[in-house]
């Protein structure tokens, strides 16, 4: 059963995440774009839809507009989601021993990759936490929501919980959790770490990657094919007969 679930599970969803997302990626690029249109005010030129671009990712520019709570807890998410992510590779990958690049002594490094990962984990919880209650109480919000909108918050819920959980009380090594996933990449897979709450975040992770292709959670890649960015209706355009 461990090795059902700790060897030849995760292979099967990276296969479908994989080729879910090469499939989304494939539908959109094939839609025909027969007319330079796109929404006012775009940039005029491909810098300015490149600064266009970081502004946007980064500081969610076009939310502010909208409204500056929306704004922050969709910020606050977003952001913490990052360092968490960036922190998880680094962590994990390097044993905690990222920050020795920088002249820190091997137990400052470990210190503060437990920090830097609490911190973003506090902060994710609480972004996430927002957008929960948002969602739950605004009667607009209730009115537009589908079971989807549930899914992935109830998806990402149960990983930062789970995750907050080993942090704060009943942590797996680095190491464990290191020799797997490199056990999984090198095709010499070892046994899954021996930690029920390792075990459920890292089944969720797994969920969500087989959900995330068909969620609105594509809306991360999606804003990279999004016409406001990818055409420039200003540059001539060549009509092929
Ligand atoms: C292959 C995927 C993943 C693995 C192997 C993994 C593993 C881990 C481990 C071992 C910890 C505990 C760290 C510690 O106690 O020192 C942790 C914590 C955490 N994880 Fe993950 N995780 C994965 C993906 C994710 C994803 C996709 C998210 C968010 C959506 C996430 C969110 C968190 C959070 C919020 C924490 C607590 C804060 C922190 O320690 O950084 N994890 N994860």
Redesign the pocket.
Known sequence: MSSLFGWVIPYIVVLLFLGGMLLRIMSWLKIPVPFKLTVFPCPKTRAGAAADLVTESVGFKSLWRGGKGLWFMSWLFHIS?AF??I??FF??GFLGQQFTWIGATSEQSLELS?LF??Y??VA??LGLLLLAIRRITSPTMKFISSFADYLVLVL?IG??GS??Y??MFH??T?EA?HDY?IGLITFHPVPLPDNMA?IF??TL?QL?LLYFPYSKLLHSCGIFFSRWLIVRPHERQVIIK
């Open positions: 989601l968490i992510l922190g998880h962590g994990i437990v990962g609490t973003a984990g994710l919880s990402l990983i930062v995750g907050m080993m942090r942590g797996v680095y959790v996933l390792f975040h890292f992770v969500l």
